[in-house]
């Protein structure tokens, strides 16, 4: 979505100090589409200007004095949950879904609703998404709308089981994908996305084997599921279904959903995935088909704006650290020992960043969203030289998408579209032998990229609570009659979200935020560059 600012002298001054001309690109991942430029007095340089941590319908002009209820109105507006009342007028009947004393669903219409019981969420309840007031634009990680970063209300939709529901639990039929790349905790989302509708009363509930692919590729059946069948599959990792990339046919999906007539298709997967699932969304729509369409974000890399994290990734966080650990091992035991470990993150540093914070045994640590350079005065060679005469020994983490620019890329693509990278973790160790071979040091690299091991892996206990709560939350949403939204967590409450609003650009790390600092100081490195 486009951002259009009306901009004034003083502003784009406001905005040099605001902003840091290199690593300003990088922040909130908002890609140079969402920018305007204005020319930096001190630099000539075109200063990225945007509205951070947001895209507004309408035009900000900040001179306004009713600037901030524009801002609000169009907020909510945006966070508004796509329901299937926007296309139909149905009338909803009571819940089916009760956790009474006797534990013992009622699936009839004639059931009297416990209306006493507190436990159902409210239509009109919100969570408030940023609970930080910024005294100024130049406070650490400082996410702010107008150049005074002035506090203003961003208020999201809470999730959870409502009174009142707009399926017939018996006519129901339930379908669940997973998509995209591996991640723990997949098997946890669809045990509890089974059990939930179980508990509404579902008794048609299947899984489409092989992401999106399964819906047309011949030969590839629906999994019939239900509790018995799945109640064992989080002990394992990987994905009960199968995932797959690529193939995404929305119309040839959407045949199918109609063909085998699915009421609720809830979607595992990452930023591609909700864009497949936006887009089964808007056809549904525009074919008027009664379907709930609710996505669950799932990444190793956490690269899903908005959201405080998706799940899989602290387990696959847990699981770098463990090569971190190799890492320290062989480069603390071997002479001039250099440890040297590559981890996953498509374009973003979150997993590098983490397992560098968690393990505390990196001296080095690179991400896509910091640039550097390996040669020259004060490139990270030159301190790894630093390093070995005085302490002895150091460890290095590269996340796979850093440095890329250092490197050629063929400007491949897998089925997906996504780029394919080049590898940094073996250029980098090239690099690192050829340096120290060059200077007549001894250097001993010890290099590991442990790729697919961080996330081929079962959730651990944080993601599989996660897991549930996002799974059993799904069902909910579409019980509720909400479609085209995604079930996640922000600032530590559970929500749900327009798809849209979270498939803009993927998130990357803040350069400017404390989590980065904190890495920083723990590692002790300076600027490479
Ligand atoms: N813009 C899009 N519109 C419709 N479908 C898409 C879009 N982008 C990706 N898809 C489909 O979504 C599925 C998953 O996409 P992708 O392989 O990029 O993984 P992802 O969901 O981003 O997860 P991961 O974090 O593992 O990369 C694929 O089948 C792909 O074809
Ligand atoms: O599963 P593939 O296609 O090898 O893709 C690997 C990519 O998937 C992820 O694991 C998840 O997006 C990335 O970290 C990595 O770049
Ligand atoms: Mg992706």
């Known amino acids: 979505m486009a951002v259009a600012l009306k901009t004034s002298g003083t502003f784009c001054n406001t905005l040099q100090q605001w902003l840091h001309p290199t690593r300003d690109p990088f922040l909130y991942g908002y890609s140079h589409s969402n920018t305007k ?15 951070k941590a947001t895209s507004m319908k309408a035009e900000l002009d900040f ?77 650490a990680g400082a996410e702010c709308i107008d150049p005074d970063c002035s506090w203003v209300e961003q208020w999201v939709h809470r999730a959870g089981p409502r009174k009142d529901i707009y399926y ?22 669809i045990r509890q996305v089974v059990f939930t509708l179980e508990t509404y009363g579902v008794k048609n509930i299947v899984g489409i084997p092989f992401g999106y692919r399964g819906f047309f590729e011949k ?8 509790r018995r069948i799945v109640e ?18 929305t119309s040839e999906i959407v045949d ?17 995935t909700h ?34 994290k998706t799940f899989g990734f602290d387990t696959a966080v847990e699981e770098a650290q463990r090569a971190v650990n190799s890492a320290y091992i062989e480069a603390r035991s071997a002479y001039h020992g250099i440890g040297l470990v590559k981890l996953m993150g498509r374009s973003s540093g979150f997993i590098a960043m983490h397992a560098s914070l968690s393990s505390g045994q990196v001296d080095v640590c690179l991400i896509p969203e910091v640039p550097f350079t390996l040669d020259g005065e004060y490139g990270v060679l030159q301190h790894l030289e630093h390093l070995l005469k005085t302490k002895g020994f150091c460890v290095v983490c590269v996340a796979e998408a850093a440095g890329q620019e250092l490197l050629q890329n063929s400007g491949a693509t897998d089925a997906s579209g996504n780029l394919i990278l080049s590898d940094i973790g073996v250029h980098m160790q090239q690099k690192i032998k050829m340096h120290f071979k060059g200077i007549g040091v001894h250097a001993d690299v ?84």
């Open 256 to 272: 199918s959903i109609q063909a085998r007539r699915i009421d609720m298709l809830f979607v595992l997967g990452g930023n591609g």
């Open 168 to 189: 017939e639990p018996v006519e129901v039929k339930a379908a669940i994908v997973t998509c995209g790349g591996l991640c723990p905790g997949l098997n946890d989302v």
């Open 446 to 529: 010890k290099y590991i990229d442990p790729t697919y091991m961080v996330r081929a892996c079962r959730a651990n206990a944080s993601d599989a609570i996660l897991c549930t709560v996002l799974g059993q939350n799904a069902v909910h949403a579409a019980f509720a009659g909400f479609s085209g939204i995604t079930s996640c967590i922000c600032n530590n409450h559970y929500v749900y979200l327009p798809i849209t609003e979270v498939i803009t650009a993927p998130k990357r790390v803040n350069p400017n935020s404390r989590m980065l600092h904190r890495c920083l100081t723990s590692t002790g490195q300076p600027d490479f560059h």
């Open 219 to 226: 030969g590839l059946k629906e999994m019939p599921l239900s």
């Open 63 to 139: 001179s306004d004095p009713s600037w901030k209820q524009k801002f609000q109105k169009d907020w909510d507006e945006r966070f508004n949950l796509p329901h299937i009342n926007d296309i139909y007028d149905l009338k909803p009947r009571t819940t089916t879904f009760s956790l009474n004393k006797k534990r013992t669903p009622t699936h009839d219409e004639s059931s009297t609703p416990m209306d006493m019981w507190n436990g159902y969420v409210n239509n009109d309840d919100r969570a408030l998404m940023k609970v930080i007031n910024y005294s100024s634009p130049t406070s």
């Open 275 to 308: 864009a497949g699932a936006n887009a089964i969304h808007d056809e549904c729509r525009k074919r008027k088909l009664k379907v709930s369409v609710v996505a669950v974000p799932k990444t190793i890399d956490n690269d899903i704006p908005l959201m405080d």
């Open 232 to 249: 064992n599959i989080n002990l394992a990792g990987g994905s009960f279904l199968g995932v797959s990339r690529g193939g995404a046919k």
């Open 37 to 51: 430029e204005c020319k930096s007095k001190n630099t000539k340089r075109p200063v990225p200007l945007r509205v």
